[in-house]
């Protein structure tokens, strides 16, 4: 069961990864292109050059907050039916009769929103033990001066290993059974 988990964890990592960091570099490359060209397109000195970087690397960080926030939910779709290690996660319909076979966006809202909080909730317990210990071990005058983006992404990328395990158990529709 611990290896079922593990997998589904990796492959979510890579999707979630790739997805979110791909679609945030495509949408701030974009948006820095429109900008030098809607400045009538300087000649590409290495100042010019630093300041698309500068400009890239600014819109990057604020697109990726929202691309990972798509990916997290179209991330869920691909967590059931797959048939990792001897088990496979399963959702059932509204009325748990029977499993769904082919899962719509529309069939993961309520699951995913209880996954989603309890992904929230995981996170904010990382992050305050992460706190304490910073604060106990490194004492800053600034307690969150470590905390940006890529630390949020950590902690969201490990708080996932332990939502795949206690998704089963705060949603009912969620089903882990043995694939045959």
Known sequence: MSKFYFLLWLEWIIRVTLSS???ALVIAFSLTTIIYFNQNMPTLTDEVINALF???????KIIWIFTLLVTLFRSVKYLFNRKIGGYELKLSDCKYTQNIEVIGYGDLVKVWRKWFFLL????VVEMILSTVVLYTLVYNESIFAWFNIYWLFIAILIAGYFSFILLSNRCKRVKIIASK
């Open 21 to 23: 960091f791909g679609w």
């Open 54 to 60: 500068s400009i890239g690397y600014f819109w990057f």
């Open 120 to 123: 929230i909730w995981l996170v």
